[in-house]
């Protein structure tokens, strides 16, 4: 039996109709037939799909013509069709049907409903055929790996196809609770994802590192696209593969293989990455002590009030959760969830990690500073994306005693601002009375960016009252340098500046630069840093780099 999440169960319905014809009377009676192409019917689930074949013969002698034609699905109309059959042929009308929920169906197809054609005869124009729907196994993706060894793991669920988020934030912006997800399949189920996630109901996965470095993930997938799609998609990587028994296995590097295979009303990858097995020992396990693995979460979590409660009441208001994960270890803990906001159109991540290891760290912010506790950086596209000029992705961290709190705000690049200023707002509120550790500045009194040109760069002078910043900027290398503009800003209210200036090399040349903000929110205190945007001419080439400028020691 072909396991593919869409089972084209093939019916063929045929009907034998018979013309009236005035002169000769044709009273054939005909015949009708139903008949499943795949004999174990008892394997259809919720969202996969049978094709149904409504063979309809003309035995008469005179040509039929605009005969109507009505599917009907539980006694509720479901298509109409208009057919012309030629006296002594046959026509064929295919109708796929995609199971929404489980339960038991009858299916019927009907020539002439309204009898206009005037047959000879209305015995032979109808049948029907029930089928069943069962529910589809329970989504145990936890039991689905080994669990003996496992030093960290982390599940995640995604409703619906808003997986698809997910998957364009790993792609884009490689953000970390987007990473986890993807980064075990080396990208492949973000392909898989970005493929057919309109066609997704759920998604549930689970992945772990164990004790002897060897790692494993399993993602379920319910859905209605294909299996032979998804394989398909698989193989465009272009990966040595092998299939048995309906289980495709493809060779990853770095001793990794992935299984995919329909079972029980799923599409299951699996990947393990061990150098002595492969991801064929983990299909159809059921692990029968998973339930040790659900009580280190519900005992890790409940233990630690503080991160549950972060997470229930970190959530943008008027936002609907789409998806969350839930991460454990030997020393840390983490959530993350995601929301989507109808009025904003944007995608909020809310992101809790709790360990120790954060309040030792070199607490540097490479970004926009608000108050000296939260860090906001303006994360570019990876690759060559258009994304930047239609969104803006803005990643927003505090640090709560052993508690980093990461809120990533995918927005409009009109809402750049605002989503700066309400994450800072939201990071603050959420420490309540704790005390929030402060970040330091890369950029104290400085520009930068990242440039192969050999640009150097200074902010010399700031003044609190018009905004202004004068800048220095030193050719280093050993082309003539022409800078043409200049933007010295926070998300979304970029303006660029004439500046007009040549720099011979080892020469500097000094500008003044508005840095544009707004004054109307004070819970973000006095701004500090900016995004610093410049486009110049070396040679013949223009170019344009974004870079921060921070005036913190000049305020």
């Not at 970005?194 to 164990?210: M, R, T």
């Not at 944007?346 to 970004?367: H, M």
């Not at 500008?511 to 205190?525: K, T």
Request: hydrophobic letters at 40%; aromatic letters at 14%.
């Amino acid at each position: 039996m072909n396991k593919n999440m869409v089972f084209y169960s093939v019916i063929a319905i045929a009907i034998a109709v018979v013309a009236y014809v005035a002169v000769l009377l044709s009273t054939q009676a005909g015949s009708v037939s139903l008949l499943f192409g795949y004999t174990n019917t008892s394997m259809l689930f919720p969202f996969n799909t049978t094709r149904f074949f409504i063979i309809l013969n003309n035995t008469g002698s005179n040509y039929i013509s605009g005969m109507l034609v009505g599917f009907y699905v539980n006694n509720k109309p479901y298509r109409n069709y208009n057919v012309s059959i030629p006296q002594g042929k046959s026509a064929t009308i295919v109708v796929n049907y995609t199971y929404p929920i489980p339960g038991n169906y009858l299916f019927e197809a009907v020539a002439d409903p309204a009898r206009l054609q005037r047959l000879s005869s209305y015995n032979t124009t109808k049948a029907s055929l029930p089928v069943r729907v069962f529910n589809a196994t329970p989504a145990n993706v936890i039991g689905s790996i080994p669990m003996k060894g496992i030093a960290s793991s982390y599940i995640f669920d995604f409703p619906g196809s808003s997986m698809q988020f997910a998957s364009l934030l790993y792609r884009l912006y490689n953000a970390s609770p987007a990473s986890a997800v993807f980064s075990p399949s080396g990208g492949i189920l973000s392909t898989v994802v970005n493929n057919f996630y309109q066609l997704f109901n759920a998604s549930h996965g689970i992945v772990a590192s164990y004790a002897n470095g060897s790692r494993a993930s399993s993602v379920w997938i319910q859905g209605a696209a294909p299996e032979s799609d998804v394989v398909a998609a698989i193989r465009s990587y272009g990966f040595r593969e092998s299939d048995s028994n309906g289980i495709f296995m493809f060779y990853l590097p770095s001793n990794t293989t992935l299984c995919t295979y329909y079972s029980g009303g799923w599409t299951k990858m699996l990947s393990y990455t061990y150098r002595n097995g492969t991801c064929s020992q983990l299909v159809g396990i059921a692990s029968q002590n998973y339930t040790a693995l659900l009580d280190q979460y519900s005992t890790g979590f409940s233990n630690s009030s503080a991160i549950m409660n972060y997470s229930h009441n970190f959530i943008y208001t008027n936002s609907t959760v789409i998806g969350v994960q839930y991460g454990l270890s030997n020393y840390s803990r983490y959530t993350a969830t995601w929301s989507w906001s109808n009025s904003a159109n944007a995608i909020f991540v809310n992101y809790i990690n709790e360990s120790d290891a954060w309040s030792l760290l070199n607490r540097t912010c490479y970004g926009l500073l608000s108050n000296g506790t939260v860090c906001s950086e303006y994360n570019i596209p990876r690759g060559n994306s258009s994304a930047t000029t239609v969104s803006a992705f803005i990643t927003s961290r505090a640090l709560v005693g052993n508690y980093l709190f990461e809120l990533y705000s995918w927005v409009s690049n009109q809402s750049a601002l605002n989503a700066n200023y309400n994450a800072a707002k939201l990071l603050r509120a959420m420490a309540k009375n704790n005390s929030m550790l402060e970040w330091k500045s890369a950029y104290a009194s400085s520009c930068a960016f990242n440039s192969t040109d050999k640009i150097g760069c200074n902010v010399t002078n700031f003044d609190s009252e018009s905004h202004v910043a004068t800048v220095q900027l030193t050719n280093l290398g050993t082309v003539p340098l022409r800078i043409n503009f200049a933007a010295c800003y926070v998300p979304g209210i970029q303006l660029n500046v004439t500046v007009s200036k040549s720099v011979l090399p080892g020469s500097s040349a000094n500008f003044s630069l508005p840095c544009r903000s707004l004054v109307l929110f004070p819970v973000i205190g006095i701004r500090s840093s900016y995004l610093f945007y410049l486009n110049y001419t070396q040679g013949v080439r223009q170019k344009s780099i974004v870079g921060f400028l921070n005036t913190s020691n000049l305020v």
